[in-house]
């Protein structure tokens, strides 16, 4: 289900008895509750009719005493149940989901985790209410979706500060969409947000990060390499070793994966990897600069600075030397 349904619904004022938002992404899960502590009730109706609890102090006996409470002054109260993860004997609730109360809107938070779609409690709450998965945006999904949070909100992204986003915030959706919503307090409706927004208002360089380390790498700029690692020399913060093995690992990867394709069109690519077409057409450009040979040797260096970057056999080596040695040994 499209969580846009559920909040259009929900702020026409067409309500469900029962609302379990379950599953791995806490983004939507938060949307949804925040919208209902919205539009549930007005504002004087909020001290005697709403209701937050939390799963690890509360007992199921007291939790339906509750939700079987009438309203006062007001046509319906609103029970929010966080952290619904952590409640003993939730399944006990099967008793009120079979017939919940009319003049109370319960909603569930069950987070970080998929609740089991084979119990009962589940069932009942499709059956008597609303049930929201919120799955996981994953790593290859995240270029549409910034696209798509960006359009929704009045505004286009470039390719280039869209892959800034995702290298430095990955699938952190919350996270994004937070640098995002600040974006535009300060960007008119309307605007292509591009690099420069994101460096001079998120922080994120736009010249000097993961993303243009790894673009040097790919189209073997090695003086561009090093200008970046020593802008990360002075700035540490903003790409530590233990972040860049992983990025780079990743790059190797996709490279040795191309090279075993039958089929090396862009769409080909994009579909196997799970990337743009835009960044697929990259990559290809990139395995023809690098053999699986070199790429396997590549790899074998970054598992060694791996176990580096995290203290095994750097004894008296500091992070930048390191990061300078592993650049180097990559591009010869």
């Known amino acids: 289900m499209d969580h846009n349904i559920v909040l259009k619904d929900i702020k026409q004022k067409k309500f469900e008895k029962v609302y379990f938002l379950h599953g791995e992404e806490s983004y939507y899960i938060d949307v949804i509750t925040q919208s209902l502590l919205d539009n549930v009730l007005e504002e004087h109706e909020r001290d005697f ?9 509360q007992d199921v006996a007291s939790l339906v005493a509750d939700l079987r409470s009438y309203p006062m002054m007001s046509d319906r109260r609103l029970l929010v149940l966080k952290e619904a993860q952590e409640m003993k004997d939730i399944d006990k609730l099967e008793s009120y989901f079979e017939n919940p109360t009319d ?16 119990k009962k409690l589940i069932k009942l709450a499709a ?22 949070y960006v359009k929704s909100h009045g505004y286009e992204i470039s390719s280039k ?16 969409a937070n640098e995002l ?13 591009n690099e420069v927004h994101i460096e001079e208002n998120i922080g994120i ?31 540490p913060k903003a790409a530590p070793l233990v972040m860049v093995v992983p990025t780079l690992f990743k790059f190797f990867s996709q490279l040795m994966r191309i090279h075993f394709l039958q089929n090396k069109s862009k769409e080909a690519i994009a579909s196997a990897l799970k990337v743009h077409p835009f960044v697929a057409g990259e990559l290809l450009s990139s395995s023809k600069i690098y053999n ?41």
Request: charged share 25%; glycine share 6%; no cysteine.
């Open 49 to 57: 009719n709403q209701t937050i609890v939390y799963g690890k102090e």
């Open 103 to 118: 003049t109370t809107i319960f909603v569930l938070n069950y987070k970080h985790k998929t609740f089991d779609s084979r």
């Open 127 to 148: 059956s008597n209410g609303l049930v929201y998965k919120s799955d996981k945006v994953r790593d290859y999904q995240m270029t549409d979706w910034i696209r798509s």
């Open 161 to 176: 500060a869209t892959m800034l986003l995702v290298e430095f915030l990955g699938n952190d959706i919350g996270k994004v």
């Open 181 to 193: 919503d600040k974006l535009s307090l300060l960007i008119q409706k309307g605007t292509t947000i």
């Open 205 to 235: 360089s736009k010249d000097y990060n993961i993303f243009e380390l790894t673009n040097s790498l790919g189209t073997y700029d090695v003086p561009k390499a090093f200008r970046i690692v020593k802008y990360f020399e002075h700035n």
């Open 292 to 332: 699986p040979k070199k790429i396997a040797a590549n790899m074998q260096i970054l598992n060694e600075y791996d176990l580096k970057s995290k203290g095994v056999g750097a004894a008296g080596t500091n992070e930048s030397e390191l990061m300078k040695e592993m650049i180097y040994r990559l591009m010869h």
